[in-house]
């Protein structure tokens, strides 16, 4: 298996739901990122776990929660979002730790879009 | 922390001709410098990268080119093809100690079209 695979790949939600977003490899890769990213913009980090444990929050506002369930999984949970929120998250992982370099591996990612 | 600057923002070619795109970055420590395909509504893939004790990778029709003197790396594409039509971005990887260290940084993207 050489995906990283995002669930649900479209999302609407209003400003008071919570919903998460899931993301899973199964390439033994050491470190698992979020990435936040507008209509015709790069990608934005917003967090990045290394062996599980959170290492960078790039000041994320606490309506995204990430987390890291285990060494595969990795969740972005969402509460009381904005419409400027509405973007396509992008999960992805690295075959070594965060601050070596390497390729990333990006999933198809999630459309959310904030009502 | 890093700024990466990248041109052009739109590149239209005809099928066969090459294109060239370019970064510029200003943190002399970084030290990957990976290029990323991303066709509408697809995920961002790699299609090549370079690290920063090399000058120049080839891989088929794909060539990246770094000069660390000048702090500039670029892409070159030869006889493009349609299905080449896509946003590339370029990106550096901070490699100092302290709030760059790993953090991948995008320039702003080019959207290649490759006339038929």
Redesign the interface.
């Known amino acids: 298996d050489t995906e990283v695979t995002q669930t649900p790949k479209h999302l609407v939600m209003g400003m008071t739901n919570k919903k998460s977003l899931k993301c899973e490899q199964h390439m033994g890769h050491r470190a698992m990122y979020w990435y936040k990213q507008k209509a015709?913009?790069?990608?934005e980090?917003m967090f990045?776990y290394s062996y599980e444990k959170l290492s960078?929050n790039e000041s994320v506002p606490s309506r995204f929660s990430p987390e890291c369930p285990n060494s595969s999984l990795l969740n972005l949970h969402l509460h009381a979002l904005q419409p400027e929120d509405s973007a396509l998250y992008?999960c992805a992982s690295s075959r070594r730790?965060?601050?070596?370099?390497?390729?990333?591996?990006?999933?198809?990612?999630s459309r959310l879009t904030v009502l | 922390g890093e700024n990466v600057e990248q041109h052009p923002s739109t590149l239209s070619v005809q099928e066969g001709d090459s294109a060239v795109i370019k970064c510029t970055y200003s943190d002399s420590a970084s030290?990957?410098f990976?290029w990323y395909k991303q066709e509408l509504g697809?995920?961002?893939?790699?299609i090549i990268?370079i690290?920063s004790n090399v000058g120049e990778k080839k891989d088929q029709r794909i060539a990246v080119t770094l000069n660390k003197t000048a702090k500039h790396f670029s892409l070159h594409i030869t006889e493009t093809q349609p299905e080449d039509s896509a946003?590339y971005?370029c990106?550096a990887?901070g490699g100092e100690r302290g709030s760059t260290?790993?953090?991948?940084y995008?320039?702003?993207?080019t959207q290649l079209t490759v006339w038929p």
């Open positions: 015709k913009k790069p990608p980090l990045v960078i992008l730790d965060w601050d070596i370099v390497g390729e990333l591996f990006f999933g198809e990612g | 030290n990957y990976p697809k995920r961002p893939q790699l990268d690290r946003v971005f990106a990887k260290l790993g953090r991948l995008f320039g702003r993207g």
